[in-house]
């Protein structure tokens, strides 16, 4: 199943809808009308540019930026982690400084056209009671204002993985290692949104609840990703995978399995047909129970990606963090498999021994 659509490409960058801001969308359509629809629309345009902005300026380091996924809580851009710390500086601050731009240029709009400034209090009294101020020019200038202001303001809190949080990390890169410079920023990060989720609680504020829990939760999912990268820089995919791989043919009954091919302690199985040909991944602990004169092949196999055994991991580490197998190949030959766990052996491996391969 698929969980975002492309909706249109910017400078190669496809801008992609999640499913869930899809159905969230249409809540609000339903729920708070054409002025909430608006509303919101302004918002995520505005958190569009926002990304755009960082992904444009990634670009012109070099930096490749596959897409742009809209989300309920914002945007978040598929952007390569560049090496140079200096290089991330840039990028990172670039996010906020938009927003900033944005709010300095609405301001001018209402000191140059005489324009009634509606406040923050005003602004956040709309969003509550569904009022919104969509309904005049000054309203949506004032909208314009404040929301920049706050996007801005929120995404410089030195709490990484905010754009703040980025700027604080390859800062302290300049001077550190960087994966001591992530766990620094993360640490800071998480007893932030900690606080924001702790506060959320004391006055029943779902939405600080949700957002504290959330950065909390990525905070900690880059660390593990840098630390991955960083401790497998250069190698790859062939230097890591395991190359133990248990075959078996799926014309085999379990009994017949069980008496000439399992072995206790091996729960990876490649299938092949009587050509030799591969037909799956058999996984003995997703099993629940068989009929051990049924064939091997009749049930479901393990979801596996299959990748060229000459990637580097550090380019491939996003997508053999999200899959639970990995095969390995060299053409069409089979060089072994990479599961989570054989992943983070192999990172404990390379840290130990500092060995780098190019």
Do not use: C
Not at 57 to 85: F, N, Q, R, W, Y
Not at 137 to 161: C, D, K
């Amino acid at each position: 199943m698929r969980w975002s659509y492309s909706i249109f490409k910017v400078k190669g960058i496809s801008i992609e809808l999640h499913l869930l801001f899809i159905v969230w969308f249409m809540f609000i359509l339903v729920g708070l009308g054409i002025q909430g629809f608006l509303f919101f629309s302004l918002i995520f345009t505005i958190v569009l540019a926002h990304e755009l902005v960082h992904s444009l300026t990634a670009m012109m380091h070099g930096v490749k930026v596959p897409k742009i996924t809209l989300l309920p809580i914002g945007g978040v851009a598929s952007i390569e982690l560049p090496d140079d710390p200096v290089v991330e500086l840039r990028v990172a601050v670039v996010g906020p400084m938009f927003n900033f731009m944005l709010a300095a240029v609405g301001l001018l709009l209402i000191f140059a056209l005489n324009l009634d400034f509606i406040g923050y209090d005003e602004v956040t009294s709309g969003i509550v009671d569904g009022s919104f101020a969509m309904d005049s020019l000054s309203g949506i200038v004032s909208i314009i204002v404040s929301l920049n202001l706050i996007l801005g303001a929120f995404n410089m809190l030195p709490a990484f993985p905010m754009d703040g949080g980025r700027v604080f990390r390859s800062t302290l890169a300049l001077w550190m290692d960087y994966t001591r410079a992530t766990r620094i920023a993360t640490a800071v990060g998480q007893f932030i949104f900690l606080t924001i989720a702790f506060l959320g609680l004391l006055s029943w504020n779902i939405w600080w609840i949700a957002i504290g829990g959330l950065l909390y939760l990525a905070g900690g999912s880059e660390l593990k990703y840098i630390s991955l990268r960083r401790a497998l820089k250069g190698a790859r995919l062939r230097d890591i995978a395991v190359q133990d791989i248990r075959y078996v043919n799926d014309g085999l009954t379990w009994r017949e399995f069980l008496n000439t091919t399992f072995r206790r302690g091996e729960n990876l199985y490649v299938k092949v047909d009587s050509d030799g040909v591969m037909r799956g991944v058999l996984d003995i602990r997703a099993l629940k129970k068989v009929d051990p004169e049924s064939r091997i092949g009749e049930e479901d196999g393990l979801d596996f990606l299959v990748l060229d055994g000459d990637l580097r991991v550090d380019e491939s580490l996003k997508l053999l963090l999200g899959k639970t197998l990995v095969l390995v190949s060299d053409r069409n030959k089979l060089l072994g498999y990479i599961t989570q766990d054989s992943l983070a052996d192999a990172t404990v491996f390379f840290a130990l021994t500092g060995e780098q391969r190019l």
